[in-house]
């Protein structure tokens, strides 16, 4: 970051404008003067709702360089949800954007108030620009086994080691410009953000995706992208993904379907394609590189259903094989983030891993389901679904979609037999309480539902059919 003061090249791009390195310096000050001002106290993270845009990036840097770090949460949670991640936090203030002050107020304790993130001017404030390496840049969250997100603090020294690990598989450096399309509080947005300004690249903060908003990053001469496939396919289905700009273009969540991987060769030949695997404790986990696409191009397809090998600086493991070599994804690095005891990241996601030391994914020990790169936890929709007084008891599992890598389904055991609850009831009574992305977008109905002889669920009997 200190390569950025007083530095005329542009910096941060969003739809509003931009900022060169030294303006971003200069408004990041600025949103340090006024966490003082609302009584942001040092030392404790500020819980936030923000999307990718100005306000968002300079709290960033404010908060790595004030001790204050930015702890933002995901604005589309259901409120319940929001109240749970808030409950953690210690300072008085949730800061939120303007969109988003309504939802914070109503998830907010009563000892935490909303302030909302106001334009940012100028300040000459120095801000400590050689933080020691265990201070916290940014906390992160993501869902647990009870599907509440938890923190992932992440310090400097391990940011560090993840902008080393991550470069030579995405190619980001200096002369970079590069857009994610996820929202900023994933590992995929605010990650990527962090990663690009370490090596001095621009950054440009997309709105949500569209197609218009895609095609505006050609005009930009954006060289890096991340989307979801399912962005992909829309754009390849319209003839638009093409920018005429990109130099490598990642993406996850999801596999890439052979088809998918020819249309976009065709579509654009000269850009580099990479897959990262990861988790917010630590990602990369393992990256099917450009150089495996190329070969997967060359007639090596399997590959694609991979993840790729593991990422520089990775020791990756598979715990507890089966006959078949299936077991649980363990792996350890320098940029993990939450390591357990022994030094070691359980992913609860299994795979198994070829002669090649390719990863192919299997399920998830958890019955956590990854529905477009978002995680839902199959036991908190059941939960909410059971509820419902037209629901006796559900079960919900993830079904394999080319769109979203997995949607929801949900079977249901009325509480009346022989009179089923209608489909968009439930819908909108779990969009009540849920995060849309964890809503079912399948549903069945059933007389009971498979379980062992101790009474437990049997989810896989489900996905059986």
């Known amino acids: 970051m200190r390569a950025l003061k007083g530095s005329d090249r542009i910096a941060v791009i969003t739809p509003a404008g931009q900022w060169t390195g030294h303006e971003l310096w200069q408004r990041a000050a600025a949103a340090a003067d006024w966490l003082d001002e609302i009584g942001a106290p040092p030392g404790e993270p500020v819980p936030a709702l923000v999307a990718s845009g100005f306000g968002a990036v300079a709290l960033l840097v404010a908060g790595a360089h004030s001790r204050r770090p930015l702890a933002a949460v995901g604005p589309r949670q259901a409120s319940r949800e ?36 106001p334009d940012f001017g100028l300040s000459s404030r120095s801000l400590d620009d050689d933080p020691g390496p265990d201070e916290i840049v940014v906390i992160m969250h993501t869902s647990g086994t009870t599907g509440v997100p938890k923190s992932v603090p992440v310090p400097q020294w391990r940011l560090a080691a993840r902008v080393r690990n991550s470069v030579p598989i995405t190619k980001v450096g200096p002369d970079s410009v590069y857009c994610t399309m996820s929202p900023f509080q994933h590992i995929a947005g605010v990650g990527n953000v962090l990663i690009t300004l370490a090596r001095n690249g621009t950054i440009v903060l997309s709105p949500p995706f569209t197609i218009e908003a895609w095609e505006w990053l050609g005009t930009l001469g954006t060289t890096h992208a991340l989307l979801v496939p399912t962005m992909i396919d829309r754009l390849l289905e319209d003839g638009r993904l093409d920018i005429g700009t990109l130099q490598v273009l990642s993406y996850g969540a999801a596999p890439i379907h052979p088809d998918t991987l020819d249309a976009m060769q065709r579509a654009m030949p ?95 020990a958890g019955d956590r389901i990854i529905r477009g790169g978002e995680n839902v936890e199959a036991l908190e929709v059941e939960d909410v679904l059971a509820t419902h007084p037209m629901v006796r008891e559900a079960g919900v599992v993830g079904v394999p979609d080319r769109r979203w890598g997995e949607v929801v389904k949900a079977y249901v055991v009325p509480a009346h037999p022989g009179r089923d609850p209608l489909p968009e009831d439930l819908r909108a009574f779990a969009r009540e309480r849920l995060a849309g992305f964890k809503v079912p977008t399948l549903w069945e109905f059933r007389d009971e539902l498979p379980r062992n002889e101790t009474g437990k669920l049997l989810r896989r009997r489900l996905r059986e059919g």
């Open 82 to 117: 929001l109240t749970a991640c808030l409950a953690r936090y210690h300072s008085p203030v949730v800061v939120a954007d303007a969109d988003y002050v309504e939802a914070a107020a109503t998830a907010a304790h009563p000892w935490q108030r909303v302030e909302a993130i």
């Open 270 to 364: 000269g850009v580099g394609l990479c897959n990262v695997y990861g988790m917010t404790e630590g990602s990369p986990i393992t990256a099917l590189t450009i150089d495996d696409h190329r070969e997967a191009l060359a007639g090596k397809r399997h590959i694609l259903q991979s993840v790729g090998r593991a990422a520089p600086g990775v020791e990756l493991k598979v715990v507890g094989p089966d006959d078949g070599g299936v077991g649980e994804v363990h792996y350890r690095a320098d940029h993990v983030y939450l390591p357990a005891d022994d030094g070691w990241v359980h992913t609860g996601d299994l795979g198994r891993l070829d002669d090649e030391g390719y990863l192919y994914l299997v399920g998830r």
